[in-house]
């Protein structure tokens, strides 16, 4: 079993404990902490499997002034 995370654009996945596996279109990585992947925009979807913690960065809106 796992989740599946839709990013929807550009992203980061940084790994803070235990072990993971992001994949992607195709492409399958283990992260453990420390370790990080860049999700591209053409994937719209990540699936996460394992166990441990991590955080997903994503843009956020420009400011308005």
């Not at 979807?45 to 991590?54: I, Q």
Request: hydrophobic share 45%.
């Amino acid at each position: 079993t796992g989740l599946d995370v839709p990013i929807g654009g550009i992203a980061i996945v940084l790994a803070t404990a235990g072990e993971i596996r992001v994949t992607a279109s195709g492409a399958d990585i283990a992260l453990t902490p420390g370790d990080a992947a860049l999700v591209t925009p053409d994937e719209s979807d990540v699936r996460l499997t394992g166990t441990g913690e991590l955080f997903i960065a994503l843009p956020g809106e420009p400011a308005v002034s």
